[in-house]
């Protein structure tokens, strides 16, 4: 049972606006669990709640065109979300956004894995990817169905398939079915491997509010949804050989124009890149080098018409000391084709380190300096950019732990130095967590963010009392501001929404 309580402006864009209730409500939900045998266990969900789940940590998009991942974090849909992992993102639960139901049957024997999922979403989204941008909306109400199987084979290989469908309730299908394998031979070399084929029935939701005027695919098919029915391939290949000494790995990834899979995370198609990867690697016999290894990457992107996107050389130093700590560099020169511009010469370099020296404190930075794309710009053309990231976890004492985050990023025109050009930007994203834990049952979590790009605050305190991993009970809030800056005279920092929320759950166990 969950009870809350939601309230923002009636205009999140004008400060102005009435702060009035959007959302009181007092819902319930169901789970069950059946253990059909030792090996296999069903379970199923009627309105779940997600409320105590923590927000995604913010990413920069300033200067990307496509869409960004955020890791799965609901618990129904994390537990044996291993089953579901293939070198294609074919499967992204994620997709399910607000499911009014859903069921999943898991299974492990000593060879095999099975995993097969069936849900209801109330509002679905749905992601369109083409070859240098994706498109992204709220369809509507959908049904999918996932199903996955692994199989292992003598002691290191498996074989595995997989199989997605989702249909909307406005008309619309797509289903993508595959197979993939893992096989070693030979003791040191492994062959990777797989192969989809996905089938999309579009819906007919239109251009999207005049986003979709273009076409793909040589012209066959038009950027809108508008009931074209197409098929297409995704495909992936690796070769690789591994020593003592030294890594080798040859790879190829092709995805066509017309590939589509609803419940995958795949961003972009009409692509095709092959690589090759060596890393020679050493251990010294000395108090304080565990290894040193060399890194070299050369690699080509293409699409499928054969014109030529990218190509870069990476080459990179690695030491790993003592006492859990590593640093390293690297440099990349590329060539790359974006938005019909010929953008050569691109040169940066980057310089990273993580430690973990004491057991109470874990360390990770890296800054890259050089050129960057300018994808926003028009048209897109080389700046001068620099990126800062750091993390840290510090845990004094068992039940207190805190963990900081820091990343920045600047991107500048390199004739004026001006950042506010249009495409050319700075600002930062800063995010904090700490976990107090009380007693063994007790336990608060706070979380605050302040993302520079959207001038947004987010504060998120949450209280549970846990009995068992299903007998708990939470007290939470989210509180979200937005600095308005000089967008409105007399306004600053304002408050946008907030919610309070109470949500009790209870098992009852045969």
Do not use: C
Request: glycine fraction near 10%; charge should be negative; charged fraction near 20%.
């Amino acid at each position: 049972i969950t009870a809350f309580d939601v309230k923002g402006l009636d205009d999140p864009s004008d400060p102005g606006s009435n702060f009035v209730n959007q959302d009181s409500n007092i819902e319930f939900g169901i789970g069950a669990r059946y253990a059909i045998s030792s090996s296999y266990a069903a379970e199923a969900t009627i309105n779940p709640d997600f409320s105590q789940v923590e927000s995604d940590a913010a990413q920069i998009e300033a200067n990307t065109t496509f869409a960004l991942f955020f890791p799965e974090q609901r618990p129904f849909f994390q537990e044996g979300s291993d089953l579901y992992g293939s070198y294609i993102n074919a499967i992204y639960t994620r997709t399910i956004n607000d499911p009014q139901w859903a069921g999943k049957l898991t299974g492990r024997t000593e060879r095999s894995s099975t995993a097969l999922l069936l849900a209801q979403d109330e509002l679905s989204p749905i992601v369109l990817p083409f070859e240098e941008r994706t498109e992204i909306t709220t369809g509507q109400r959908s049904w999918s169905a996932i199903w996955r199987t692994r199989y292992s084979v003598g002691e290191s290989s498996f074989v595995a398939g997989l199989g997605t469908f989702r249909a909307l309730e406005g008309g619309g299908t797509n289903t993508v079915y595959g197979v993939d394998s893992m096989l070693r031979f030979l003791d040191d070399y492994q062959f990777k491997g797989q192969l989809l084929i996905g089938h999309t029935q579009e819906s007919e939701l239109g251009d999207l509010g005049g986003s979709l005027g273009g076409s793909f695919d040589g012209g066959k098919y038009t950027e809108a949804l508008d009931g074209e029915s197409f098929t297409g391939t995704a495909g992936h290949a690796s070769l690789e050989y591994h020593v003592r000494r030294l890594d080798l790995d040859l790879e190829y990834w092709r995805t066509s124009p017309t590939f589509r899979a609803d419940n995958g995370f795949i961003f972009q198609n009409d692509n095709q890149r092959a690589s090759f990867i060596a890393r020679p690697k050493w251990q010294p016999d000395n108090r304080l080098l565990d290894e040193f290894s060399l890194f070299a990457m050369v690699a080509r992107v293409w699409n499928t018409r054969g014109t030529r996107k990218d190509e870069w050389i990476r080459p990179q130093i690695n030491f790993q000391f003592k006492s859990q700590t590593s640093v390293g560099a690297g440099f990349v020169t590329s060539n790359e084709v974006f938005g019909g511009q010929e953008l050569n010469g691109i040169q940066r370099f980057d310089v990273f380190a993580g430690t973990r020296f004491s057991e109470y404190i874990n360390f990770n930075a890296r800054f890259e300096q050089g050129d960057f794309v300018v994808r926003n710009a028009s048209p897109p053309r080389l700046g001068d950019g620099r990126l800062f990231s750091a993390g840290l976890t510090f845990q004094p004492v068992a039940r207190v732990s805190f963990e900081p985050s820091y990343r920045w990023q600047r991107l500048a025109d390199p004739e004026t130095g001006s950042t506010s050009t249009p495409g050319f930007f700075s600002a930062a994203i800063t995010r904090a967590r700490l976990n107090l834990q009380f007693t063994r049952r007790f336990f608060l979590r706070v979380i605050l963010q302040y993302d520079g790009f959207a001038q947004s605050y987010d504060f998120e305190p949450l209280l549970t009392y846990r009995v068992n991993p299903f007998t708990v009970f939470f007290v939470g809030s989210t509180h979200a501001w937005r600095d308005f800056g000089d967008d409105f005279d007399g306004f600053g920092i304002e408050r946008v929404d907030r919610q309070y929320f109470a949500k009790f759950q209870y098992l009852f166990q045969s």
